[in-house]
T-cell receptor, first 111, second 113 residues
Framework: EDQVTQSPEALRLQEGESSSLNCSYTVSGLRGLFWYRQDPGKGPEFLFTLYSAGEEKEKERLKATLTKKESFLHITAPKPEDSATYLCAVQAVDGNNRLAFGKGNQVVVIP | ETGVTQTPRHLVMGMTNKKSLKCEQH?????MYWYKQSAKKPLELMFV???????ENNSVPSRFSPECPNSSHLFLHLHTLQPEDSALYLC????????????FGEGSWLTVV
């Protein structure tokens, strides 16, 4: 069974204080690893897909990296508007397109 | 605006009621999904439809009944629900291909009283 573990569960950052979120995964064969951002009361918003170890993707203050066992979402010099829950999900090669999600990293950035 | 629209956004229903959630995608995708999101739990996949055919039912109780009349529309019919079914129900869509991205709607908040 595909498993995704995200840590830390919750994180409070001062504005400008860079940090990283971790997503550890177990999957029979990885088709893709996804990062989403979810604001309270809203649906997940797509951020990145990573397909192979060593791949990196960036968007504004966010950078996602991937190894064979885990992914990191680095937040550089965060702003209050980066406050959200960040969800990690994996898609298996034989998984019928379904995503297996972690519980999320809840990030609060304090001005 | 993600291209996946869900209605209603909020729903309160009694345990003996029958209601439906609706989802429409404007992305030209051919796969649609229902996910359930409860507090402190990961998103749980409920149903998958590819080209209007149900390809996965993730052990969902029969009080939840999906319907997919075409590739753009997906319904979730609700009947005799329990209070523990209260959650955020998320619809999503993607293109059926090797590498795809699943896009979510804003969700329907369901409260069962």
């Amino acid at each position: 069974e595909d498993q995704v573990t995200q840590s830390p569960e919750a994180l409070r950052l001062q504005e400008g204080e860079s940090s990283s979120l971790n997503c550890s995964y177990t999957v029979s064969g990885l088709r893709g690893l996804f990062w989403y951002r979810q604001d309270p009361g809203k649906g997940p918003e797509f951020l990145f897909t990573l397909y192979s170890a060593g791949e990196e993707k960036e968007k504004e203050r966010l950078k996602a990296t991937l190894t064979k066992k885990e992914s990191f979402l680095h937040i550089t010099a965060p702003k209050p508007e980066d406050s959200a829950t960040y969800l990690c999900a994996v898609q298996a090669v034989d998984g019928n397109n379904r995503l297996a999600f972690g519980k999320g990293n809840q990030v609060v950035v304090i001005p | 605006e993600t291209g996946v629209t869900q209605t209603p956004r909020h729903l309160v229903m009694g345990m003996t009621n029958k209601k439906s959630l609706k989802c429409e995608q404007h992305l030209g995708h051919n796969a649609m999904y229902w996910y359930k999101q409860s507090a402190k739990k990961p998103l749980e996949l409920m149903f998958v439809y590819n080209f209007k055919e149900q390809t996965e039912n993730n052990s969902v109780p029969s009080r939840f009944s999906p319907e997919c009349p075409n590739s753009s529309h997906l319904f979730l019919h609700l009947h005799t629900l329990q209070p523990e079914d209260s959650a955020l129900y998320l619809c999503a869509s993607s293109q059926e291909k090797e590498r795809n991205t699943i896009y979510f709607g804003e969700g329907s908040w369901l409260t069962v009283v």
